[in-house]
């Protein structure tokens, strides 16, 4: 009897070695996922203020534009910085340093009372994003061994940047209304300071950086951030200089010149912020193409979609924020089909699937547009939209990190994010001009500016389609069976953490 009390009273030690790495696994991946929740709530958030903003800071009708476009430009410029920053300075240091950032350019976009303060606050805070993006997914894909364990951590960050974007368009709308437009970048000064201090608690030390190790490739981070910026630029001024403006084409020409030097330059150095050979790594290449493609369709279909509701249906600015709310939550639904598909079809066909089911749903949204129509009308191409992004968006970044080196993870992440970044400006200013010369010179009665939308609508329908195609040069890969995930480093398969 005595014997068997105290085998009952004994703790299980291999239980509780297992349950530790478990949990502190999951909270990390919580951590990471809650910080890429807040990078995908400044994507939305400020739209709906933009009205107020301009009203109370005296923003012109053609400079209002740039409090979203000085965002996009060092976000989209810094990415490649910030990834191999993330390689060799430090994961855990360059997160806590991004996520700073965001906190004190939120406090100064929240007390800027001039246009160039608050356009200063959104360009450091795109540098923030910069820095943050490329440095979450370096996290992922180095503390999650590749196959299922990996496919469903990238899964939840996936997730979190869908359920970031729902966020941003209902809180911009609610605190907009509430609070006024400050609220909207006061209110990521908690979140990011909140994630910061959280931090040490779960993410490992960074290594001290050896003898010999490679450098920092200052040269190359100065003209790929220069180049990358100036095409950006560019490309977001052109619907409101015209493409035919000096500003314009100049800053074209002058970022594609910088890129061609990068390029050069990364062929001559020992220790490139590029290495050529990556490029080389087949699931990188055409995952980056892809995530062009996809990402340009997203960010053309939002202007349009945006413009249908509010211009021909009549929707107030909160109303249109909550239209979105269904795509996003159905795109949410989408990653989690992404995952079963990813571990029992493998890659290939998860993202061919993706693009497809994306074709297909922007096509039954374009049809769906009338000039006396309704929301009910497109909510089938919604869903079906939802659905395919939802699918491809994530599987896209885990073909983008296969057969990546750990110590590469963090420039990988920032080239599939550049990709993602031109996408968005590319595709905007692409469909938007279709859209345009849709109107055949007419007037912007509601009829013909349906006919403009949904010409835009089907081009960006047929880009989907393209990557569609586009994804089946991706390497075929072996599906591995969920029971032979490797263990992460943390020492335990955590995959049973966040499931």
């Known amino acids: 009897m005595a014997g068997d009390n105290s085998a009952k009273e004994e703790p299980n030690p291999v239980d509780a070695s297992v349950t530790r790495p478990q949990e502190r696994s999951g909270l990390k991946l919580a951590l990471l996922a809650f910080a890429q929740f807040v990078v995908a709530i400044d994507y939305n958030i400020v739209y709906v203020a933009l009205p107020d903003i301009g009203r109370e800071l005296g923003f012109t009708a053609q400079s209002l534009q740039w409090v979203v476009s000085a965002y996009a430009v060092t976000f989209g410029g810094f990415l490649l910085l910030g990834g191999r920053a993330a390689d060799r300075l430090g994961q855990r240091r360059m997160f806590m340093l991004a996520l700073g950032l965001y906190a004190v350019s939120s406090l100064g976009g929240g007390l800027a009372d001039e246009p160039w303060m608050l356009l200063t606050a959104r360009a450091v805070q795109g540098l923030g994003g910069a820095l943050l993006f490329p440095t979450i997914l370096s996290l992922i894909n180095t503390s999650y061994a590749e196959g299922p364990e990996r496919n469903r951590a990238l899964t939840v960050w996936g997730v979190a940047a869908s359920g970031g974007l729902a966020a941003g368009a209902l809180l911009g709308g609610l605190l907009t209304n509430g609070f006024g437009w400050k609220a909207v970048f006061l209110v990521n000064v908690p979140l990011a300071l909140g994630a910061a201090i959280v931090a040490p608690r779960l993410l490992a030390a960074d290594a001290p950086r050896e003898r010999g190790q490679g450098g920092f490739d200052l040269p190359g981070a100065v003209v790929a951030t220069a180049g990358i910026c100036l095409v950006v630029f560019g490309l977001a001024s052109g619907p409101e200089a015209g493409w035919s403006s000096g500003r314009v084409i100049g800053s074209l020409l002058g970022g594609l010149a910088f890129v061609g030097a990068f390029i050069l330059l990364e062929r001559n150095t020992p220790d490139p912020l590029a290495p050529p050979r990556l490029l080389g790594n087949r699931s990188l290449a055409v995952a980056m193409i892809v995530i062009l493609l996809l990402v340009g369709t997203l960010g053309g279909e939002y202007y349009l979609y945006t413009t249908y509701l509010q211009g021909v249906l009549g929707y107030s600015p909160l109303a249109a924020g909550l239209a979105f709310l269904p795509l996003t939550l159905i795109s949410m639904v989408g990653g989690k089909i992404s995952l079963t598909l990813l571990n029992r079809q493998g890659i290939r066909p998860t993202v061919s699937i993706g693009m497809l089911g994306t074709g297909i749903g922007l096509g039954a949204l374009a049809t769906g547009m009338s000039p006396h129509g309704s929301f009910i009308a497109v909510l089938p191409g919604l869903i079906i939209w939802g659905l395919g992004a939802g699918i491809a968006f994530s599987a ?44 055949n010179g007419h007037t912007d009665a509601p009829s013909t500016v349906v006919d403009g939308l949904r010409t835009g609508g089907w081009a960006a329908a047929a880009a989907a389609a393209a990557g569609a195609i586009v994804a089946l040069a991706l390497k075929h890969q072996p599906v591995a069976a969920p029971a032979e995930t490797a263990a992460s480093p943390e020492g335990t398969d955590s995959v049973a953490a966040y499931s």
């Not at 590469?408 to 994010?417: D, N, T, Y």
């Not at 970044?421 to 010369?437: E, F, M, P, T, Y």
């Open 396 to 439: 896209l970044f885990v073909a983008a990190a296969s057969g990546v080196s750990p110590d590469e993870q963090g420039v990988a992440s920032a080239l599939a994010s550049t990709s993602q970044q031109l996408g968005s400006a590319v595709g905007l200013a692409v469909i938007v001009a279709v859209a345009r010369a849709g109107l």
